[in-house]
């Protein structure tokens, strides 16, 4: 059974940072597309970032560039996002998904497996 296990939410003032993890279990790691997506209040889920376990190709939206960073650790099965600069508007709930052998800019409707979310908020 794919499990999907985020991590690494919580408060933050803005300016500041978080890095989110993903571990990954009950498939075999590589050559699988792990995408993080967030969903704010109100709003669609947004795909912001997918990392290939095969290739380490990565894929950022253009309103991350430059502040966050996706990286994988094939080894322990966890994918990272680290978030840096973080403002208001990165508040959501951030989400991972797994799937085999995409290409790294996916929609999340190609994704079959799922996290249960961690909540990110940026306020002072």
């Known amino acids: 059974e794919v499990q999907l296990v985020e991590s690494g939410g919580g408060l933050v003032q803005p300016g500041g940072s978080l890095r989110l993890s993903c571990a990954a279990s009950?498939?075999?790691?590589?050559?699988?597309?792990i995408g993080w997506f967030r969903q704010a209040p109100g709003k669609e889920l947004e795909g912001i970032s997918a990392?290939?376990?095969?290739?380490?190709?990565?894929y950022l939206t253009n309103s991350v560039k430059g502040r966050f960073t996706i990286s994988s650790d094939n080894a322990k099965n966890t994918v990272y996002l680290q978030m840096t600069s973080l403002k208001p508007e990165d508040t959501a709930v951030y989400y991972c998904?797994?799937?085999?052998?995409?290409?790294?800019?996916?929609?999340?409707?190609?994704?079959?497996?799922w996290g249960q979310g961690t909540q990110v908020t940026v306020s002072s």
């Open positions: 998904a797994a799937e085999y052998g995409l290409g790294v800019k996916r929609p999340p409707e190609d994704f079959g497996s």
């Open positions: 009950g498939f075999t790691f590589d050559d699988y597309t």
């Open positions: 990392i290939s376990t095969r290739d380490g190709s990565t």
